[in-house]
């Protein structure tokens, strides 16, 4: 029960964050929380055999991995200091 507690902690938080603006959905390390959070919940829902959760969480490891590999290979370009304050990484 902890570590599923804890996946949906790594999943949760950074999501309400982005929802409060302390956080950017094209972060590191929203993207980096995503993917450990998902991941933990698949590896759970797998064990328990619990197809549709294990989906859910599945795809959403596999979308958070491609993100942060796409977001390896965009070059960053110059944030102005006014839109930097809203979006912390």
Not at 42 to 53: C, L, N, P, S
């Amino acid at each position: 029960m902890f570590v599923q507690v804890l996946g949906s902690l790594c999943v949760l938080v950074p999501f309400v964050l982005v929802q409060l603006g302390r956080l950017s959905s094209t972060s590191r390390v929203y993207g980096w929380l995503n993917l450990v959070g998902s991941s933990v919940l698949a590896a759970e829902a797998a064990i328990g055999r619990d197809w549709g959760f294990l989906l859910l969480e599945a795809v959403w490891a596999i979308v958070s991995l491609r993100s942060l590999l796409k977001a390896r290979t965009v070059r960053v370009t110059p944030v102005s200091p006014a839109t930097r304050k809203h979006y912390r990484r």
